[in-house]
């Protein structure tokens, strides 16, 4: 299994989308600034989305096109699973 994931910051002004084979691992590690890069620059550490992909090429596949998408539509990809944009880490 792999994951795609969306990561934001505490305003939900900034996301982030990422894959992984590890999606518990990958969010500790930008939880806790242990990535340096883009979101721990922006403070970018609460998951608020992520789907489940049989490999990891369909988790690349799925990763670059919604990097496509405009942000209004990765916004509406986040609220029709997640309205409240609660961090989902607990819940892993």
Request: no cysteine.
């Amino acid at each position: 299994m792999s994951y795609v994931y969306i990561l934001s910051n505490k305003h939900k002004n900034v996301v982030y989308i990422g894959s992984t084979d590890d999606l518990k691992k990958r969010v500790y590690f930008h939880k806790n600034g242990l990535l340096a890069g883009f979101t721990k620059k922006y403070n970018v550490t609460s998951l608020v989305y992520y789907e489940v992909l049989p490999s990891t090429e369909t988790a690349l596949d799925r990763e670059r096109q919604i990097k496509k998408y405009r942000r209004e539509k990765k916004d509406l990809l986040i609220l029709k699973y997640n309205p409240d944009w609660r961090d989902l880490f607990e819940s892993l």
